[in-house]
């Protein structure tokens, strides 16, 4: 892989408002990603919006948004209503945080004004901010999802080659959990013929127990018109047997045929009723004493 670059840009906005989606705003203090995850569908936001290359363009090519904890802190003052998403187009734990902190920062200026949280990364980098994270989870509901769409050491370097090794994720998610936070696996995206077998997400499923996941989801891969071309061409080079494969599944279409993903889920909700992972229920929301005595004079 070839070198990576960096490059310091302006942040004209911190939070970005989305619409059908299970959250109501998302967080990115990066643009790109030195995972390389060969299916991110991140690469296709790059192209489709910044109109830059789905490869190294995306992966070897990182801005990094220098006044987004500035911005974030004058956003989220003003209170904005719903939930928040972190590191939905940019793993927001790519090794570059360890010198800028802009995710940490954007942490610190939640547990002063919360809103609940859904952070996802592969990032091992998060152990470190297990103190601030717990504060805003005294504060807010918060959930921590690592992705960890297989276990097998083989699929990692082809496919996530940039990424922390799945058990690397795995203990930084036991780390979290041994901390009393809530830490889930997103066993996503599942590859046909790659990842997406019963013993394929059996052993994920257990590995993620065994590391007290709350929760294992998934989801089917899916390929966008702009990163087509750019994940065939890893097929062909790492799996040239399953093209064909993909290419009936897929046709011209960015997800997989209906009955692929109806047998997907079954095979998923077979594997998952064998371990345990037990939910933690949303909590009351602890108020700041400051607060409750502003609510107190008020009545």
């Not at 989220?76 to 940019?90: D, F, K, M, Q």
């Not at 360890?98 to 995710?103: C, D, E, M, N, V």
């Not at 002063?112 to 509901?141: F, N, S």
Request: with cysteine; proline share 7%; net charge positive.
């Amino acid at each position: 892989m070839s070198e990576i670059s960096y490059r310091e840009i302006e942040a004209k906005s911190a939070l970005n408002r989305v619409h059908g989606m299970p959250f109501d705003w998302s967080l990115n203090p990066y643009v790109g990603c030195v995972h390389a995850c060969r299916f991110c569908y991140s690469r296709a936001y790059n192209a489709r919006f910044r109109e830059r290359d789905v490869g190294p363009g995306f992966d070897r090519s990182i801005e990094i948004r220098a006044n987004f904890v500035e911005r974030f802190w004058s956003e989220v003052r003003r209170h904005p209503e719903g939930s928040l998403a972190i590191g939905t187009a940019t793993d927001p734990y790519q090794p570059i945080e360890a010198k800028y902190r802009l995710t940490r920062g954007c942490l610190e200026a939640l547990v002063r004004y919360p809103m609940p949280t859904t952070i996802v990364t592969k990032g091992t980098l998060i152990v470190r901010d297990i103190d601030v994270l717990q504060a805003l989870d005294e504060r807010t509901d918060l959930t921590v999802y690592f992705s960890v769409p297989c276990v097998d050491d083989n699929v990692w370097r082809k496919a996530e080659p940039g990424a922390p090794s799945p058990r690397q994720r795995l203990r930084a998610l036991k780390m979290l959990r041994e901390a009393g936070l809530d830490a889930a696996v997103l066993c996503a995206p599942l590859l046909p013929g790659i990842s997406d077998s019963q013993e394929s997400i059996d052993r994920a499923a257990r590995a993620a127990s065994e590391a007290g996941a709350t929760a294992f989801r998934h989801r089917p891969l899916k390929i966008d018109s702009e990163i087509r071309d750019y994940y065939f061409d890893f097929l062909a080079t790492d799996f040239p047997v399953l093209v064909p494969l993909h290419t009936a599944l897929y046709g011209g279409s960015k997800l997989p045929t209906r009955e692929y993903q109806r047998e997907l889920d079954r095979r998923v909700a077979m594997v998952r009723s064998r371990y345990s992972f037990r939910e933690r229920p949303p909590r009351r929301v602890h108020q700041d004493p400051a607060d409750v005595q502003q609510l107190q004079l008020a009545i």
